[in-house]
């Protein structure tokens, strides 16, 4: 079965860190732009982050300089590593796979089921 898997989330306190992961079983994302969404409680799903297949990086303006994607095609995995994590980041993380190899909106073409973070003391 094609599909991507996301992992790493959980609870984690103000001030902390996590890294997810988003590896593809059955699908390779080495030709994909993958990017990372995150949908809270009631709010719209946000692009937060998406890297080129030449390992080029973009950051949404709301989590820019707390965020750091990155690949490794080895492992068919991109990882999200977020620092100093709030409250209002709590939400379902999601990793999809663009279409095509740039982070262009191209289209969607495979979503991850999404993974929990909930930031609380």
């Known amino acids: 079965q094609l599909k991507l898997v996301e992992s790493g989330g959980g609870l984690v306190q103000p001030g902390g860190s996590l890294r997810l992961s988003c590896t593809g079983t059955?699908?390779?994302?080495?030709?994909?732009?993958i990017g990372w969404f995150r949908q809270a409680p009631g709010k719209e799903r946000e692009g937060i982050s998406c890297i080129d297949s030449d390992g080029t990086t973009n950051y949404g303006d709301s989590v820019k300089d707390r965020l750091t994607i990155s690949r490794d095609n080895a492992k068919n995995t991109v990882f999200l590593q977020i620092e100093r994590l709030k409250p209002e980041d709590t939400a379902v993380y999601y990793c999809a796979a663009e279409t095509g190899p740039d982070c262009s909106g191209s289209g969607i073409e495979r979503w991850g089921q999404g993974t929990q973070v909930t930031v609380s003391s």
């Open positions: 059955g699908f390779t994302l080495a030709s994909h732009a």
